[in-house]
Protein backbone atom coordinates (compact mmCIF):
# COMPACT_ATOMS: atom_id res chain seq x y z
CA UNK A 1 0.00 0.00 0.00
CA UNK A 2 1.03 3.47 -0.23
CA UNK A 3 -0.09 7.10 -0.94
CA UNK A 4 -1.24 8.07 -4.36
CA UNK A 5 0.51 10.87 -6.38
CA UNK A 6 -2.17 11.40 -8.79
CA UNK A 7 -0.70 14.42 -9.68
CA UNK A 8 2.50 12.41 -11.23
CA UNK A 9 0.21 10.63 -13.05
CA UNK A 10 1.63 11.64 -16.40
CA UNK A 11 5.31 11.04 -15.53
CA UNK A 12 4.22 7.20 -14.48
CA UNK A 13 4.99 6.05 -18.00
CA UNK A 14 8.24 7.44 -18.01
CA UNK A 15 9.74 4.97 -16.01
CA UNK A 16 9.86 3.06 -19.20
CA UNK A 17 10.67 6.31 -21.75
CA UNK A 18 14.57 6.37 -20.92
CA UNK A 19 14.59 10.39 -22.02
CA UNK A 20 12.15 10.98 -19.79
CA UNK A 21 13.23 8.89 -16.56
CA UNK A 22 14.85 11.51 -14.39
CA UNK A 23 13.60 15.31 -13.88
CA UNK A 24 16.09 17.87 -15.57
CA UNK A 25 16.25 19.07 -12.28
CA UNK A 26 18.26 16.34 -10.80
CA UNK A 27 19.82 15.18 -13.66
CA UNK A 28 23.01 13.88 -12.22
CA UNK A 29 26.70 14.20 -13.86
CA UNK A 30 29.65 12.08 -13.96
CA UNK A 31 32.05 14.41 -12.00
CA UNK A 32 31.82 14.68 -8.30
CA UNK A 33 29.97 17.92 -7.43
CA UNK A 34 31.61 20.76 -4.46
CA UNK A 35 30.42 19.05 -0.78
CA UNK A 36 27.41 21.58 0.11
CA UNK A 37 28.67 22.28 3.42
CA UNK A 38 32.12 21.73 5.42
CA UNK A 39 33.81 18.49 6.53
CA UNK A 40 32.90 19.74 10.26
CA UNK A 41 29.02 21.02 9.45
CA UNK A 42 27.10 17.70 10.53
CA UNK A 43 29.80 17.09 13.72
CA UNK A 44 28.01 15.50 16.56
CA UNK A 45 26.19 13.78 13.76
CA UNK A 46 28.80 12.79 11.63
CA UNK A 47 32.08 13.63 12.43
CA UNK A 48 34.55 15.72 9.94
CA UNK A 49 36.98 12.69 9.52
CA UNK A 50 34.18 10.18 8.42
CA UNK A 51 33.17 12.75 6.22
CA UNK A 52 36.57 14.36 4.86
CA UNK A 53 37.59 10.57 4.22
CA UNK A 54 33.77 9.63 2.87
CA UNK A 55 33.63 12.30 -0.08
CA UNK A 56 37.78 13.25 -1.02
CA UNK A 57 38.26 9.11 -0.78
CA UNK A 58 35.40 6.66 -0.94
CA UNK A 59 33.18 8.78 -3.05
CA UNK A 60 35.87 10.13 -5.05
CA UNK A 61 36.95 7.00 -6.23
CA UNK A 62 33.21 6.29 -7.45
CA UNK A 63 33.17 9.16 -9.82
CA UNK A 64 36.67 8.47 -11.01
CA UNK A 65 36.08 4.35 -11.44
CA UNK A 66 32.52 5.53 -12.83
CA UNK A 67 34.43 7.94 -15.70
CA UNK A 68 36.93 5.33 -16.50
CA UNK A 69 34.29 2.74 -17.19
CA UNK A 70 31.94 5.51 -18.74
CA UNK A 71 35.16 5.89 -21.30
CA UNK A 72 36.10 2.24 -21.59
CA UNK A 73 32.11 1.37 -22.84
CA UNK A 74 31.62 4.22 -25.07
CA UNK A 75 29.11 6.24 -22.99
CA UNK A 76 28.47 9.85 -23.45
CA UNK A 77 29.70 11.57 -20.73
CA UNK A 78 27.18 14.76 -21.60
CA UNK A 79 24.41 12.94 -20.74
CA UNK A 80 23.21 12.05 -17.60
CA UNK A 81 24.10 9.38 -15.49
CA UNK A 82 20.57 8.24 -15.11
CA UNK A 83 20.46 7.23 -18.42
CA UNK A 84 23.17 4.41 -17.77
CA UNK A 85 21.69 3.02 -14.41
CA UNK A 86 18.38 2.81 -16.54
CA UNK A 87 19.65 0.09 -18.57
CA UNK A 88 22.82 -0.62 -15.97
CA UNK A 89 22.87 -4.68 -16.81
CA UNK A 90 23.84 -3.77 -20.22
CA UNK A 91 27.21 -2.50 -18.72
CA UNK A 92 30.36 -3.90 -16.48
CA UNK A 93 29.90 -4.67 -12.91
CA UNK A 94 32.62 -1.92 -12.46
CA UNK A 95 29.82 0.76 -14.10
CA UNK A 96 26.84 -1.07 -11.64
CA UNK A 97 29.15 -0.07 -9.05
CA UNK A 98 30.75 2.88 -9.31
CA UNK A 99 27.83 4.29 -11.57
CA UNK A 100 25.45 3.54 -8.15
CA UNK A 101 28.49 4.32 -5.99
CA UNK A 102 28.78 8.21 -7.81
CA UNK A 103 25.17 8.41 -7.90
CA UNK A 104 24.33 8.12 -4.55
CA UNK A 105 26.58 9.64 -2.66
CA UNK A 106 26.15 12.96 -5.05
CA UNK A 107 22.17 12.36 -4.13
CA UNK A 108 23.72 11.74 -0.03
CA UNK A 109 25.51 14.96 0.56
CA UNK A 110 22.17 17.00 -0.81
CA UNK A 111 19.95 14.74 1.31
CA UNK A 112 21.88 16.25 4.59
CA UNK A 113 22.38 19.55 6.43
CA UNK A 114 23.60 21.33 9.69
CA UNK A 115 21.51 19.74 12.77
CA UNK A 116 17.88 20.80 13.40
CA UNK A 117 15.87 20.17 16.57
CA UNK A 118 13.10 18.44 15.97
CA UNK A 119 13.79 17.81 12.25
CA UNK A 120 11.06 17.07 10.00
CA UNK A 121 9.30 17.20 6.88
CA UNK A 122 6.46 19.48 6.62
CA UNK A 123 3.38 20.35 4.01
CA UNK A 124 2.62 17.80 1.41
CA UNK A 125 5.72 15.73 1.99
CA UNK A 126 5.00 15.14 5.55
CA UNK A 127 0.94 14.72 4.92
CA UNK A 128 2.37 11.74 2.00
CA UNK A 129 4.36 10.15 4.90
CA UNK A 130 1.77 10.33 7.33
CA UNK A 131 -0.79 8.88 4.81
CA UNK A 132 1.57 5.68 4.28
CA UNK A 133 3.12 5.33 7.25
CA UNK A 134 0.46 6.59 9.81
CA UNK A 135 2.96 8.88 11.60
CA UNK A 136 5.96 10.73 11.06
CA UNK A 137 7.51 8.45 13.70
CA UNK A 138 6.36 5.77 12.30
CA UNK A 139 8.19 5.98 8.94
CA UNK A 140 11.32 6.77 10.56
CA UNK A 141 10.81 3.13 12.87
CA UNK A 142 10.28 1.36 9.50
CA UNK A 143 12.83 3.29 7.08
CA UNK A 144 15.68 2.54 10.31
CA UNK A 145 14.55 -0.78 10.12
CA UNK A 146 15.42 -1.49 6.36
CA UNK A 147 18.89 0.08 7.26
CA UNK A 148 19.48 -1.95 10.11
CA UNK A 149 18.78 -5.25 8.88
CA UNK A 150 20.37 -4.27 5.21
CA UNK A 151 23.21 -6.91 5.63
CA UNK A 152 26.74 -6.11 4.94
CA UNK A 153 26.75 -2.78 2.66
CA UNK A 154 23.86 -0.71 1.13
CA UNK A 155 21.21 1.51 1.31
CA UNK A 156 17.90 2.38 2.64
CA UNK A 157 15.18 4.70 0.68
CA UNK A 158 12.54 6.29 0.83
CA UNK A 159 11.31 6.53 -2.99
CA UNK A 160 8.36 6.72 -5.42
CA UNK A 161 7.41 3.18 -6.88
CA UNK A 162 6.50 2.54 -10.53
CA UNK A 163 3.01 2.50 -8.96
CA UNK A 164 3.63 6.42 -8.16
CA UNK A 165 3.33 5.26 -4.53
CA UNK A 166 5.49 6.66 -2.25
CA UNK A 167 7.18 3.58 -0.27
CA UNK A 168 10.62 2.71 1.52
CA UNK A 169 13.23 0.15 0.77
CA UNK A 170 16.72 -0.83 0.66
CA UNK A 171 19.28 -1.95 -2.29
CA UNK A 172 22.49 -3.84 -1.60
CA UNK A 173 26.28 -2.64 -2.48
CA UNK A 174 25.77 0.54 -4.61
CA UNK A 175 22.18 -0.27 -5.99
CA UNK A 176 19.48 1.83 -6.56
CA UNK A 177 16.10 2.19 -7.43
CA UNK A 178 17.20 3.78 -10.73
CA UNK A 179 18.56 0.15 -11.99
CA UNK A 180 17.16 -1.81 -14.03
CA UNK A 181 18.66 -5.05 -11.90
CA UNK A 182 17.66 -3.33 -8.25
CA UNK A 183 15.45 -5.01 -5.61
CA UNK A 184 13.56 -1.93 -5.49
CA UNK A 185 12.64 0.32 -8.54
CA UNK A 186 11.67 3.52 -8.85
CA UNK A 187 12.89 7.32 -8.47
CA UNK A 188 14.77 8.17 -5.11
CA UNK A 189 13.94 10.70 -2.69
CA UNK A 190 15.97 10.09 0.25
CA UNK A 191 19.28 7.86 0.39
CA UNK A 192 20.61 6.78 3.91
CA UNK A 193 24.44 5.09 3.04
CA UNK A 194 24.52 2.14 5.94
CA UNK A 195 28.39 1.37 4.42
CA UNK A 196 30.26 0.84 7.42
CA UNK A 197 32.62 3.55 6.03
CA UNK A 198 29.93 5.82 6.73
CA UNK A 199 29.43 5.42 10.32
CA UNK A 200 32.33 3.04 11.84
CA UNK A 201 34.86 5.87 13.22
CA UNK A 202 32.26 7.51 15.20
CA UNK A 203 29.68 4.28 15.67
CA UNK A 204 31.47 1.69 15.47
CA UNK A 205 29.36 -1.72 15.33
CA UNK A 206 26.85 0.82 16.17
CA UNK A 207 24.78 1.25 13.03
CA UNK A 208 21.51 1.44 15.11
CA UNK A 209 22.72 4.67 16.77
CA UNK A 210 24.41 5.97 13.56
CA UNK A 211 20.80 5.95 12.18
CA UNK A 212 18.82 7.31 15.23
CA UNK A 213 21.36 10.39 14.97
CA UNK A 214 20.88 10.76 11.07
CA UNK A 215 17.54 11.86 11.41
CA UNK A 216 18.54 15.01 12.81
CA UNK A 217 20.83 15.99 9.63
CA UNK A 218 18.28 14.82 7.24
CA UNK A 219 17.85 17.78 4.64
CA UNK A 220 13.79 17.71 4.21
CA UNK A 221 13.49 20.35 2.04
CA UNK A 222 15.71 18.68 -0.30
CA UNK A 223 13.20 15.62 -0.13
CA UNK A 224 10.42 18.11 -0.80
CA UNK A 225 12.45 19.25 -3.67
CA UNK A 226 13.27 15.75 -5.12
CA UNK A 227 9.36 15.11 -4.82
CA UNK A 228 8.14 18.39 -6.66
CA UNK A 229 10.53 17.84 -9.49
CA UNK A 230 8.92 14.54 -9.59
CA UNK A 231 5.87 15.62 -10.07
CA UNK A 232 6.46 18.31 -12.95
FE1 LIG B 1 29.34 5.80 1.31
Redesign the pocket.
Known sequence: MGVGLSAAAPLLQSFTTKENFVPVNFATGFDQQPLPYAYTALENVIDAMTMEL?YSK??AA?SKNVKDAAAAEKVDMTKPLEDVLANISKYSAKMRNNGG?HY??EM?WQCMRPKRENNAPTGKLLAAIEKEFNSFDNFKKQFAEFGKNRFGSGWAWLYINKENLITIGSTVN?DNPLMDVAEIKGFPLLGL?V?E??YYLKYQNRRADYIDAWWNVVNWDHVQQRLDSYKM
Open positions: HHAYGNHFQDWHA
